[in-house]
Every structure is written in C-alpha cells, then in structure tokens.
C-alpha cells in the first residue's frame, strides 16, 4: 500500500468512525515506514503502537478520565453500529436525523443554529436503550461515558450536587455522549412528598446543568419508568424515542440477520415470530450467544440448528425457574409470599405522557 493511498484510507476511516480500519492502516504506515528506515525509532514506533491497540480510537482523540472521575463516570467501547441494531422503521429514521444533525453541526452553526444534543429513551428492560446509546456514540466517533450513580450519589449533604456538578463540568469540556441510565434516579418527581429535601436539590441541580451543557456533549437518558420522571425533566429533551418490545417485523428482521450470520435455526420464521413474541431484544440476544457458545465449544461437531434448539429449550426451562412464566414484558411473579397487595391491581405500562409534557397532545415528535 503506497504511503499516499494509506493517508487517505486513513483519513476517510477517521471521519467514518472505522475503528478497525484505522488501527490497519496506521499499522501498515508503520511498517512501510519501518522497510525505509530499518529498525531504530520506527520500530519502536510500531511496538508502542502495538502495545496500545488497547486504546480507543475516536474521531477526535479521547482523553483518559482522570483519577477524580473515574468513580463517577466509566467509559466503555462501543461494539455495535447503529446499523447492526434491530429497530423500528421510524425509530431509526429519527436516529439517521440526529447524527446527520450533528455531523453537520458547522453547517447549523453558520446559520446561528445548534443540532438536537439531549434524548431521552424510553422502554422496558432489555428493549436495546442502552445498546442504541452506544451505537450513537460510535457512529459519531465519541466517547461514550456511562454516569456511575454508586459513585454520584453521596450521603452526605450536597455531595450528590457536587458530584454531579464534577461531572457535568468535564462533559462540558469534551466532546462526548454521555449516558444515564436508570435515569428515573436522579430526575424523580420533585412534588413527591416521599422523597427528601436532597433528591429534590439534585434534581433541580440537574436541570440547571442540561441547559448549559454544550451541543457537543451529547446527553443520552434512558429510564423504564417514565411516569417517576419530574415534569420540567421532560422539556429538556429535544428528542424522545419509545422503545417498546420487538413486534412481528423486528422479529422476523432479527430471524433473518441470525440465519445468515449463523446458520440454519431450525424453525421457520413464521415459527420464530410466534415463539418469541411478547420478548425482549435481550432475551434472543443471550438465546444466540448461547447457541454460538455451544457451537464453538463442540469445535464444529454441533450443527448451528442443534445449537439453537438447544439454547430454546435452555431458555424455556430457565424462566420457569421457581414459578416464574415468563411472557414478555407483561411477565409477573406468581409467589403468593411474596406478592405485594399493590400487585392485586395490574400495574399500568410505562408509556410516554401525553399533553403539555410533551408540546401539546398532538404532538408526536421523537415518539
């Protein structure tokens, strides 16, 4: 490869967000800088290079956090694209409009415009909220900074504010999508009369720092329970998606996606759609690691139509584990020791507010 073509590579691969590209043709210049310049500072070049492959590759460099964060903020690789996620059709055109948002983000600026930089994600558990977060990051070429809430919130009075305040200060500094989960911990109801004087004070703390964070910080939330969230949270979301659990197309999308990187599976689609409906992305995704994992243990000896059928009735005996039965999202524990007398009534889904909350009750921007 001819030092002029690996520049470009190069340069076409970082503006991309191709980690793996990036990483080939920074080694190949080493090494055809090293066939020029025989040993000496090239090689010891390379071995550092190699020595860091380790380290993350963004598009504009990620800075290590520093010692003071590290309790407070854990920063992780993405391993998926947004392409590689199984979502509904409008979900992911409201995503493919917020990275072309931001990528574009000089183009907005010279019309004294901001891209969209705060979402919130909303769903039940094992829906691809998290999963889509760091997708976002990765195809924007960010660090993605997951908020450690056992090291935010303190017990001591204030503490929380200040952390949060550390936090917010770094983001502020660097470009990055940053994540909370479980956001309904630190965005609750401020008129619940449960809650103490200091939740309140992080809350309001909170909604003064999502306004002054810059429109390179990409704020990311994601929460199972949108009914605790506080009512002024909600404004500051400029983009807010449901991620319900997957329907009759992203299982059969889901179906097809594993049957040509896998193998044969056994059942048809029709059969797959009607199995599976009512679960969670999380629940096929550890059915097909499972399935994968058995196959590469029997080192080729076990079909992958085998190995799934397999993981299928692993995974039913499973969630029958001490009377549970599971079905989807609407699954509940039937253990009479342990069933609460708000359960006697069935408790409602999460679902996005309607009205005021959300501009209006005919508005359904980012749902």
């Given amino acids: 490869m001819s030092k002029d073509r690996s520049v470009q590579k190069l340069q076409a691969a970082g503006g991309s967000g191709q980690v793996r590209s990036v990483r080939e043709t920074m080694t190949a210049l080493i090494r055809e800088a090293q066939r020029q310049h025989s040993g000496g ?27 003071s964060l590290r309790g407070l903020l854990r920063e992780t690789e993405p391993s998926r694209r947004l392409s590689e996620l199984v979502l509904p059709r409008q979900t992911m055109i409201d995503m493919r409009d917020l990275i072309a948002e931001i990528r574009d983000t000089a183009l907005l600026r010279s019309h004294s415009l901001e891209p969209r930089h705060t979402v919130l994600l909303v769903g039940p558990p094992g829906t691809g909220k998290t999963s889509m977060a760091a997708a976002l990051a990765a195809e924007l070429a960010l660090p993605f ?12 009075l204030g503490e929380t504010a200040s952390h949060l305040q550390d936090v917010v200060d770094y983001a502020s500094r660097t470009p990055c999508v ?9 965005g609750k109801e401020r008129s619940d009369a449960q809650e103490t004087g200091e939740i309140k004070r992080v809350v309001s703390s ?16 994601a929460t199972n329970h949108p009914e605790l969230l506080d009512r002024a ?8 998606l449901q ?18 990187s896998f193998g044969d599976l056994g059942m048809t689609s029709k059969e797959f759609v ?16 499972d399935a994968r994992r ?13 190995a799934f059928l397999g993981a299928v009735e692993r995974w039913e005996r499973r969630r029958n584990i001490g009377d549970f039965v599971a079905s989807g999202p609407t699954t509940n524990r039937q253990n009479p020791s342990r069933t609460r007398a708000t359960n006697k009534k069935t408790r409602k889904a999460g679902v996005l507010p309607q009205g005021d909350l959300l501009g209006g009750a005919g508005d359904t921007s980012g749902s």
């Avoid at 319900?244 to 097809?256: I, M």
């Avoid at 009607?274 to 690691?289: K, M, N, R, V, Y």
């Avoid at 058995?294 to 085998?306: F, I, N, Q, T």
């Fill in 41 to 67: 500072p090239v090689a010891k070049g390379e071995a550092a290079f190699e020595s860091a492959q380790h380290m993350r590759f963004y598009g504009g460099g990620s800075p290590m956090l520093p010692e």
């Fill in 145 to 156: 900074l997951t908020v450690r809430y056992e090291g935010l919130i303190g017990s001591y």
């Fill in 178 to 186: 940053l994540f909370f989960d479980e956001f309904d911990s630190v």
């Fill in 206 to 221: 909170l909604l003064l720092h999502m306004d002054a964070l810059p429109s390179h910080c990409v704020v990311v939330c």
């Fill in 233 to 240: 949270v909600w404004r500051r979301f400029e983009l807010r």
């Fill in 243 to 260: 991620l319900p659990p997957p329907g009759a197309a992203e299982l059969r999308d889901w179906f097809n996606r594993t049957e040509k």
């Fill in 274 to 289: 009607d199995l599976f409906s009512g679960e969670t992305f999380s629940e096929l995704e550890a059915i097909t690691i």
């Fill in 294 to 306: 058995k196959v590469v243990l029997s080192h080729g000896e076990l079909a992958p139509r085998d």
